[in-house]
């Protein structure tokens, strides 16, 4: 069942997720490997490297509401707990800011230290 949620998402993917794969995928950031819609069960991440064992997720507008931010963390915490770090980016970041969301990507994979990881999308420019 995850497998063929995924596969639905592939398929009706947003448009920044749409931009964005069309940067990561075929190796084309740094060399390094990005599966979309990938399946941790009870989640699918937007992007995944098994390699770093980093997910890319990408937020829209709900997102910025109490009850999501809410569900997002505890998403977070789970994933976390499996040894996967979570990157997050707002949907506008991709639009405005490709070559910096790609900058940050690059910068918190070569760095691993907590310090360094974005687990929460920027306050600035929150939606879309």
Known sequence: MPN???RDLRKRQTEAEKLL????????LGGLKFRRQHPVSPYILDFYNEEYKIAIELDGNPHG?????????????????????????????????LEGVLETILRDIN?????SLRSAP????RGT
Request: no cysteine.
């Open 4 to 6: 063929e949620k995924a």
């Open 21 to 28: 794969w069309s940067r990561v995928r075929n190796r084309q």
């Open 65 to 97: 509401h109490d009850n999501q931010i809410k569900k997002d963390k505890t998403r977070t915490a789970y994933l976390e707990k499996q040894d996967i770090r979570v990157i997050r980016f707002w949907n506008n970041e991709i639009f405005e800011n």
């Open 111 to 115: 760095d691993p230290s907590p310090d």
């Open 122 to 125: 920027s306050p600035i420019g």
